[in-house]
């Protein structure tokens, strides 16, 4: 029965006593809780952030949390930080929730989201003239399937991206059809198999990410993004509609409850201080969904390679 | 009212045929009178409920107050009082006990090796004497072991042994109490039926306000969605007692009490165990979702491995739930169905509880061992099966060989069954199709039902959602028709033969908990996006309410008309088709019924394929942290599903009348 007994003695010690060790080297010693979510570039963020508040002494803790739900923690400030919100993703998110001031930006991480049509190679056989986009309405056919031939299949990203597609086809006049996939694991789902049978595709693909990598392909070249083009429809190849171009390329942003700053003002200059760039993410990232590498392991070789770097983020 | 159900063969092809008419020419007569409207609700119109609601919860967690605490006091409290035993449990099973926070943490106390809680586990199925059971319970745990994921289950089982007895220890005072008293019958019966088709993405953002980020509001969202099958499955199994059980126990003397435990209680225990499966089942259904709000397990690996198109780790991971599952609720059930023994007195204390000793010496000579053996303390590594290659170059020979024979199934399906219905949903007017649903509700339960149709269709078109709502009628209609389809047949005949039961209640259990996610990605791979794949993944998922009722309603037929249909010389077919099926045809409707739930409970997550209705809407919302957009097309959802589920029941009650069942 010694243990039942061990148990319970060290559940009251818990409960009464256990809670903290000091030392006085940081503000404060409660945990920083970072949000893990489920893509490999954010937990390298994550991790790296993670391995470098250690360094300066601060508690931390990572919580798996959703991309969005996790601002309501945020604000309440059951969470701290968050290392990647995406201009392109996240903004009606960061918008909703910085308005009051209980979540605030933090600043680009430095990377930069891109965003466009793609195509995998062996699709250039049948539509040479890509990646320009006046290539696109040539090949339609070849991209269409029963339900939409003519017409080629564009499949998007998930409404809730945003993302203007259905407008840039009645834009630019493309005798495409625009489908929405509901998640990203469907998008990705979906240009696996048609890479293992080579067949047409094109679809929505983001970078950082490790779908470029691993399949041969290129984007889309449309008229580059400006703001007058979302704007002003005048502007561009369409006199009259606006959307006549490509996607914007927005940064990362990083988030905090409002709680980090006023509780650990130095670990909130070290996330403030934190960049990387996108190139260096991209080969992180393959390093651990294409070579098999741990996310524990990359990082770990990252912290010994970049110490000068981060060493300056928690000066 | 004889009249009106010998005219109805006339009434319903007056009015099919009057709806089969302004579906084709609803838009021309709308032209003619110069009227859009009345085929598309006008957008100025929309009463803006969803800023309200938004308003009024930003209300209360940031200003209600209630004197001396405010409203988040007091649901942080709550929060705090639940946290307390997960904490606990979490820290025996999973984390070990610590002292400290973050990575100062300190390990005072390792928790349990995965072979004490193996042993605890198979003790516990030793104990109800079925040695079936053990084996089953130590294979469904070596498996979590072998496969590499003991860490995460450990975390998933901690929140699952909290839910599920609070969801049932509640769900059943519930059910007690609405048999007791009407009126609160018929307060509580709606509240379930928001609780359970109120998509849990609509009221994850106000939990994680109230609750806190992290398991506990994950843990209340499980709750919420679980518990409403355990009231209802209550409910039904005290009102379908036998009154001259009810009667003897009378007159055997027994107070309020005792009549209710003593004789009520474990005479209903049968159907009583369909609900405790249930909330097994639902909460374990719950563990993707509940990852996303900080709950981590096994929910998370399979989101990550999905995320990653790491089919094979995410049927790995999924399997690991189904497993859980299976081994809970079998031991659930051994655990229920124990015969008391008489107590034998004069046995000595060693002998009598030699077992639990036994037990404990065990898992303290492993404790000690693990310090220097550590392959007791957590399975080795070099061990783990890993079987994603199998899974993904089987998925790649699928797609590579079947594809266009799966196309031309799929476009078959999509021509002549699925489109039909939507165009011809969304072409009448809405209207028309307000009256129609009023007028099945005078048919069925009078002005009453009548009223609840016309004011909840009513809702929706205010709400500017009808358009959504008519395509999410359209996907899990069509669902729903092809799930009954499938699971009727397959339900009774798991009622005639106890094998086929047995086996398909495995296929069931299953079905049910897989994550649906799990199958999602891979028929989008063979499938493509859009309503088909979802249509698939709601019919694989709603299948088991069909099965389940037909068979327990084929199987608890009473023996004696059974017997009197031998003694005048029925065929066994005859037995079937005349008395067996009739006599179970409100039970199969009551199936029916909840296969419409579950496939309105799905949409959220066919919204993940990219469907257009009102899961969508919701899915948006949540992405958005819209919570007003949220509840508005939850409500949505939960009204289309009670005016199914009045008119249903009213339907099974009268078909009961008819059969003198009532």
Redesign the interface.
């Given at each position: 029965?010694?243990?039942?007994r061990?148990?319970f003695v060290?559940?009251i010690?818990?409960v009464f006593f256990?809670?903290?060790?000091s030392s006085i080297a940081v503000e404060s010693?409660?945990?920083?809780k970072l949000t893990l979510h489920?893509?490999?570039g954010q937990l390298i963020t994550t991790n790296i952030m993670a391995e470098v508040l250690?360094k300066a002494g601060y508690?931390?803790?990572l919580?798996?949390?959703?991309?969005?739900?996790?601002?309501?923690?945020l604000?309440?400030g059951?969470?701290h930080v968050a290392m990647e919100m995406w201009e392109t993703t996240g903004r009606?998110?960061i918008d909703?929730?910085t308005a009051d001031g209980r979540v605030v930006n933090v600043g680009s991480t430095g990377m930069d989201a891109i965003e466009e049509w793609w195509y995998p190679t062996y699709m250039k056989e049948k539509c040479p003239g890509l990646p320009n986009w006046e290539a696109l309405n040539d090949c339609a056919e070849a991209f269409s399937?029963?339900?939409t031939a003519p017409k080629g299949r564009y499949?998007g990203g998930?409404?809730?991206w945003g993302g203007f597609d259905d407008e840039r086809v009645e834009a630019l006049e493309l005798d495409w059809e625009v489908?929405?996939?509901?998640?990203?694991?469907?998008?990705?789902?979906?240009l696996?198999?048609a890479y293992?049978?080579k067949?047409p595709i094109m679809l929505w693909v983001y970078a950082p990410h490790?779908a470029p990598s691993k399949f041969d392909g290129e984007f889309v070249d449309f008229p580059p993004y400006t703001a007058e083009c979302y704007n002003d429809p005048s502007w561009g190849v369409n006199p009259n509609l606006a959307y006549d171009c490509g996607k914007p390329r927005g940064p990362i942003w990083k988030v905090a409850s409002s709680m980090l700053k006023d509780k650990w003002p130095g670990a909130y200059d070290a996330v403030e201080a934190f960049t990387l760039d996108s190139n260096e993410m991209g080969n992180l990232v393959a390093a651990v969904?294409l070579d098999g590498n741990t996310v524990e392991a990359v990082v770990a070789d990252w912290m010994t390679n970049n110490e000068d770097r981060w060493s300056s983020w928690i000066k | 009212m004889t009249n009106l159900i010998k005219n109805n063969k006339i009434y319903f092809f007056i009015f099919f045929f009057l709806t089969f008419f302004l579906f084709l020419y609803g838009k021309d007569i709308a032209g003619l009178l110069d009227a859009k409207w009345i085929i598309k609700y006008p957008k100025h119109l929309v009463f803006p409920l969803a800023k309200y609601l938004s308003g009024f919860v930003k209300w209360l967690m940031d200003d209600a107050n209630f004197i001396i605490f405010s409203f988040r006091d007091f649901t942080r409290f709550i929060a705090w009082i639940i946290e307390i035993p997960y904490n606990?449990i979490l820290a025996?099973i999973s984390k070990g006990?610590?002292?400290?926070?973050?990575?100062?943490a300190?390990e005072?106390?390792a928790p349990l090796s995965w072979m004490s809680v193996i042993a605890i586990i198979m003790f516990m199925a030793l104990y109800t004497k079925d040695k079936l059971l053990v084996f089953l319970v130590f294979f469904a745990f070596l498996y979590l072991a072998i496969f590499g994921q003991w860490k995460s289950s450990m975390v998933t089982l901690s929140s699952i042994v909290i839910a599920v007895p609070v969801g049932v220890v509640i769900g059943l005072f519930l059910g007690i109490l609405s048999y007791k008293s009407e009126i609160l019958e018929k307060i509580i019966s709606p509240v379930l039926d928001l609780m359970q088709t109120i998509p849990v993405f609509a009221y994850?953002?106000p939990i994680?306000?109230m609750f806190?980020?992290?398991p506990v509001a994950a843990l209340i969202a499980t709750i919420i969605y679980a518990m409403p099958p355990m009231v209802r499955t209550t409910l039904l199994a005290l009102k379908n007692i036998d009154p001259q059980i009810k009667e003897s126990g009378l007159m055997s003397g027994c107070t309020k009490r005792q009549l209710m435990w003593r004789v009520l209680i474990p005479t209903s225990k049968p159907t009583l165990m369909i609900g405790v499966n249930q909330v097994i089942m639902l909460s374990l259904n719950m563990v993707i979702i509940a990852?996303?709000?900080?709950a981590?397990g096994l929910g998370?690996d399979v989101?990550?491995s999905?995320?990653?198109?790491n089919i094979g780790a995410g049927i790995e991971t999924g399997v690991a739930i189904v497993v859980l599952a299976i081994a809970l609720d079998r031991l659930s059930q051994a655990f229920v169905n124990i015969k008391t023994e008489r107590k034998k007195i004069n046995i000595s204390f060693l002998k009598r509880y030699s077992r639990i000793i036994f037990l404990?010496l065990f898992?303290?000579i492993i404790?000690f061992l693990s310090t220097y053996l550590p392959f007791l303390k957590s399975f080795p590594e070099h061990l783990v099966i890993n079987t994603s290659a199998f899974w993904e170059s089987l998925i790649?020979y699928i797609?590579?060989n079947y594809?266009d024979t799966l196309?031309s199934i799929k476009?078959t399906l999509?021509t002549y069954f699925m489109l039909p219905i939507k165009r011809f949903l969304l072409g009448v007017p809405w209207p028309w199709f307000v009256l129609i649903i009023s007028l099945i509700g005078w048919h069925y339960g009078r002005l009453k039902l009548a009223m609840l149709c016309f004011l909840l269709s009513l809702f929706i078109v205010f709400t500017g959602l009808w358009e959504k709502a008519m395509v999410t009628i359209y996907l899990c209609g069509s669902s729903v028709i092809i799930a009954s389809i499938i699971g009727i047949p397959l339900g009774i005949w798991a009622g005639i033969s106890s094998k086929a039961n047995r086996v398909l209640t495995v296929i069931i259990d299953t079905l049910q908990t897989l994550p649906s996610?799990v199958y999602?990605?891979?028929v989008?791979?063979?499938f493509?996006?859009?309503d088909f794949t979802a249509m698939l993944a709601v019919i694989l998922y709603s299948l088991a309410p069909a099965v389940r009722y037909t068979a327990h309603g084929i199987k608890n037929i009473n023996k004696e008309i059974v017997d009197a249909g031998l003694i005048c010389g029925c065929s066994q077919r005859q037995i079937l088709l005349k008395i067996k099926l009739p006599l179970a045809i409100p039970e199969i409707l009551l199936g029916i019924n909840q296969t419409i739930m579950l496939a309105l409970s799905m949409l959220v997550i066919?919204?993940?394929?990219?469907?257009?209705e009102l899961g969508?809407e919701v899915?948006?919302a949540?992405?958005?942290?819209?919570i007003g957009r949220g509840l508005v097309a939850g409500l949505c959802v939960a009204f289309i599903s009670i005016i199914a589920d009045r008119i249903i029941k009213s339907g099974s009650d009268r078909l009961k009348i008819k059969y003198g069942m009532k």
């Open positions: 029965m010694t243990i039942i061990r148990y060290f559940l010690s818990i256990g809670l903290s060790t010693k409660d945990p920083i489920d893509w490999t250690k508690n931390i803790e919580v798996p949390a959703d991309y969005i739900a996790q601002f309501a923690g604000q309440t059951d969470l009606d998110a909703e929730y399937i029963p339900e499949l998930p409404v809730t489908i929405h996939a509901g998640t990203d694991a469907a998008l990705f789902g979906e696996e198999s293992q049978r067949a490790w969904d | 606990l025996l006990f610590l002292s400290g926070q973050g990575q100062d300190k005072i106390l994850l953002v994680l306000v806190g980020f992290g990852s996303m709000i900080g981590g998370y989101l990550a999905l995320r990653r198109l404990f898992i303290i404790y790649k797609n590579i594809f196309e476009v999509l996610f999602l990605i891979p989008v791979m063979l493509r996006v859009g066919t919204a993940l394929v990219g469907t257009r969508q899915y948006i949540l992405t958005k942290a819209d």
